[in-house]
């Protein structure tokens, strides 16, 4: 689907980095994630039947949510819904039963580059051309090349029965507890050492 230069698939630290949304869904901050439009999306894993979990920024247009793979179809979570497009989204708090669907409508492709770009085009426009094998990218141009990005839309099944998958658990919250006892704790040993010297 897509004809252009992929962007280097992330390896060592930066997959750790892309990982790091996870954890944050997981220490209680999904609300926080959601503001910057990014969600944790549920697949069932297509050869172990087993819950999987990838923090994915999206776009919403009206009831429906995109997504944009900037790996084409090779990422596990695509080939996963693929096999099984019943899947679960967390947006923060919010929890949504939906069907995912392969965009190949040119025109909603390019509403959703669109989409995406209107945010931070000095951000996307960069990432849209190499993911298109262009010098550069712009809304005069996108039309072009919008049959070489890999977009996926979750349409929400309001009645549908809920997937297997359970919901990521916010079960890292703790951390938050920890962080400010360490915080208070270093307050005080700092606040004594200054002590101990004006003495």
């Known amino acids: 689907m897509i004809n252009g230069q992929l962007i280097p698939h992330p390896r060592g630290v930066q997959r750790v980095f892309l990982k790091m949304p996870l954890w944050m869904y997981r220490a209680g901050l999904g609300e926080f994630l ?20 990838t923090p994915i920024e ?32 967390q947006l923060g708090k919010e929890r949504i039963e939906a069907r995912a669907t392969v965009v190949t409508n040119a025109g909603e492709v390019l509403r959703v580059l669109h989409l995406f770009r209107r945010a931070a085009p000095f951000v996307y426009d960069p990432m849209l ?7 550069s990218i712009s809304p005069k141009t996108l039309p072009e090349v919008s049959d070489r990005f890999t977009i996926v839309r979750f349409d ?23 962080l400010i006892a360490a915080g208070v704790l270093t307050a005080l040993i700092v606040s004594l050492v200054r002590l101990a010297k004006h003495e």
């Open 129 to 135: 051309a190499r993911m298109s094998a262009r010098d």
């Open 156 to 178: 929400p099944q309001p009645n549908a029965p809920e997937t297997p998958l359970p919901p990521l658990p916010t079960d890292f919250a703790w951390v938050w507890v920890g």
């Open 58 to 89: 999206y776009r919403r247009h009206g009831s429906k949510i995109y997504v944009m793979s900037g790996w084409g179809e090779q990422p596990h979570w695509y080939q996963n819904l693929l096999a099984s497009p019943e899947v679960t989204l």
């Open 34 to 53: 959601n503001m910057t439009r990014i969600m944790v999306l549920g697949t069932v894993g297509r050869r172990t039947g087993l819950a999987r979990y």
